[in-house]
């Protein structure tokens, strides 16, 4: 006989039968008085059931199921009987019996604990054991001791519903202490790292600090303490407790290094305190755990490699559902496409970077990036742009310069990873090489022979130590002057004051040449900015080449015959710079000038012509956008 047993450590993906089987597993028998939790008779091959139904080849082929996803793979029935003879409710998952809260605090126990025993690849032993596991259980099954944080501080239920369950309940106070092992991550969307940080502030705060007023019980009834270190207020001062330091200590005089310290943000006792501590992201957790693993993929006609195509295929196919699900596939299955693949135990991809390397023209072109929209928030895109940039200075030396075609939604991410609008890699290199898609914006990498971009965060953070230090030694922000007699109290009104004899001011390097070119700014309204982004984004797509300039008349000598009023983008950055846009219009009206002038000078089928159509799209759409975020 096959039963399952549910894989899954996400509450909110797990049925009220899985629930109650995983709280089983974990809780005595309330009747034989000798089973320790519910487990499966002899002769019962108990199953993981994590969606991929029994199909398999090489252990992992079952998993993938059609490329539709309509078709539910065959899961034999959840194992609910215990081999002393008594089911789930009689190993402590009565809902009714126990109460609702009662049942989800052992649910968030139950589902840590598969997680340990996960970790150890004993989730399917239903006879393993270790000291963590029996704490865990013992907590489990104890009932809660007392409450500490008011009802109004913790989340509701359907918050709690919403979100991951808390390695441990937030209202109660256990006598043992938790576990050092750390807990495998949830799949969850909004799984975070492996620490507890998702529990609302203000429960890890409540966790962490002494109330200010503790009821003690004493002869007479219930008395409130003080806060430490200070004592009831009597004639006017405050008396110190014996033995404890007050909360308010005398202001001592600073030095010059303490100045230093204090002028450029940071605090005095910076040097008696530990320094931050960088929080590791969640795709670097599991990376290191084990979790997931980063494989290099190609068409050798390998099986492993089909299974890991095959799910970079059906990743690309949903996370870019406007590419045509067919040319997704040419493309994956390629001989000529290489790719990075993120792949999560069993073989599932959750992330993926699909790219043809061209070593003898020395650059790369990147052409499908995507990541599992339920681990977007974990870091999986930074890790993966990293680790292809070192598998292409590794596989080929050499190749430092990426291209790729992003589109509107695309391009802030890309420039965070090193990418910019800016192509300096010449036409001649990479035209007629890459596919050239419409309303994409082409960008490009280049990577520095210095950089170990698995390295990049310590980099950084030595970079960003280096400067504050100097900023330290160059600040004179925290030298104070003298006020101006001439605003103190009692001065006479009407008094005008020579910028030059402001104390500290002409030491900064200031002339009265600042003053008046500040009072010639105009300041930047909406619109203005708005302009200014626009064409900027205009300028800076890649079909815009044909209108950056005006048309050289000796090139082109009857085109002042055709147009009579050319305009280009420099012109209009020109006129937007001497505030000769008195309205949004304005600015619209001759940009579509510039369209206009384009298709009536040239032909319907020509390159210019399309162009022209392409950046008037793109230009209404931002248009809208405008519309909408007004409105």
């Not at 559902?321 to 000529?336: C, E, Q, T």
């Not at 910019?420 to 050239?436: C, F, H, M, P, Q």
């Not at 925290?478 to 007699?485: A, D, F, R």
Request: hydrophobic share 35%.
């Amino acid at each position: 006989m096959k039963y399952a047993y549910p894989a899954s450590s996400s509450l909110d993906s797990l049925t009220p039968q899985q629930i109650a089987l995983k709280i089983a597993r974990h809780c005595p028998c309330t009747v034989c008085g000798n089973c320790k939790g519910l487990h499966p008779s002899i002769g019962v091959h108990v199953v993981l059931d994590d969606g991929s139904g029994e199909s398999t080849l090489l252990g992992v082929l079952g998993q993938y199921g059609s490329d539709d996803e309509e078709e539910k793979p065959f899961i034999p029935p959840y194992l609910d009987i215990c081999a002393c003879g008594h089911g789930v409710a009689e190993h402590g998952a009565d809902e009714l019996q126990i109460g609702t809260e009662e049942y989800r605090r052992r649910a968030s126990y139950a589902i840590r604990i598969d997680e340990n025993m996960q970790d150890e690849g004993k989730l399917l032993d239903f006879a393993y054991s270790d000291p963590d596991v029996e704490s865990l259980r013992k907590r489990m099954t104890d009932a809660p001791v007392s409450v500490i944080a008011p009802s109004s501080s913790l989340p509701t239920d359907h918050d709690q519903r919403s979100k991951k369950l808390p390695t441990s309940s937030p209202s109660v106070v256990g006598d043992h202490p938790p576990p050092l092992k750390k807990r495998r991550l949830s799949m969850s969307p909004l799984s975070g790292d492996d620490n507890d940080d998702e529990e609302p502030l203000a429960m890890r705060m409540a966790q962490k600090t002494v109330p200010l007023k503790s009821p003690v019980k004493s002869g007479k009834g219930v008395k409130s303490i003080p806060p430490a270190g200070r004592m009831p207020v009597a004639n006017g001062k405050t008396n110190v407790e014996p033995g404890l330091e007050p909360r308010v200590k005398i202001e001592e005089k600073m030095d010059d290094a303490q100045l230093d310290r204090l002028a450029t943000g940071v605090p005095v006792d910076s040097e008696t305190t530990a320094p931050p501590v960088r929080v590791e992201k969640a795709a670097a957790i599991e990376l290191r755990k084990g979790i997931i693993q980063i494989m290099p993929v190609q068409n050798d006609r390998q099986p492993h490699s089909m299974v890991l195509m095959t799910g970079l295929k059906t990743l690309f196919q949903k996370q870019l559902p406007k590419m045509p699900r067919d040319y997704i596939a040419r493309l994956v299955y390629d001989s000529n496409s290489r790719a990075l693949a993120i792949v999560k135990r069993g073989f599932k991809v959750v992330g993926g970077i699909l790219f043809r390397p061209f070593p003898h023209r020395g650059f790369s072109e990147i052409v499908f990036f995507a990541t599992a929209s339920v681990d977007q928030v974990k870091g999986y895109g930074g890790m993966l742009m990293d680790h292809y940039k070192m598998h292409i200075r590794k596989t080929y030396p050499g190749m430092n310069h990426f291209l790729t075609y992003a589109d509107n939604y695309a391009v802030g991410y890309f420039e965070k990873q090193g990418f910019s609008k800016e192509i300096t890699l010449d036409r001649s290199v990479w035209a007629g090489y890459i596919k050239d898609y419409e309303g994409g914006t082409i960008m490009q990498c280049t990577m520095l022979d210095k950089v170990d971009y698995l390295d990049k965060a310590n980099i950084l953070a030595q970079q960003q130590d280096a400067i504050m230090s100097k900023v330290r030694q160059m600040s004179r922000s925290h030298i104070v002057h003298p006020g101006l007699p001439q605003f103190q109290e009692g001065a006479p009104e009407g008094v005008t004051v020579d910028p030059q004899d402001v104390p500290g001011l002409r030491e900064t390097g200031w002339t009265s040449s600042m003053a008046e070119n500040l009072a010639r700014l105009v300041p930047k309204g909406p619109d203005r900015h708005f302009m200014d982004r626009l064409l900027k984004d205009l300028q800076e797509h890649n079909q815009a080449w044909p209108f950056l300039k005006p048309v050289n008349a000796e090139d082109v000598p009857d085109y002042l015959d055709i147009v009579h009023h050319p305009m280009d983008f420099s012109t209009m950055e020109h006129k937007l710079d001497n505030n000769q846009y008195q309205a949004v219009e304005d600015f619209v009206s001759d940009a579509r000038l510039v369209f206009d002038n384009c298709r009536l000078y040239n032909l319907e089928d020509s390159v210019y012509h399309k162009c022209a159509n392409t950046l008037e799209r793109f230009m209404n759409e931002q248009l809208k956008e405008r519309i909408k975020r007004e409105s």
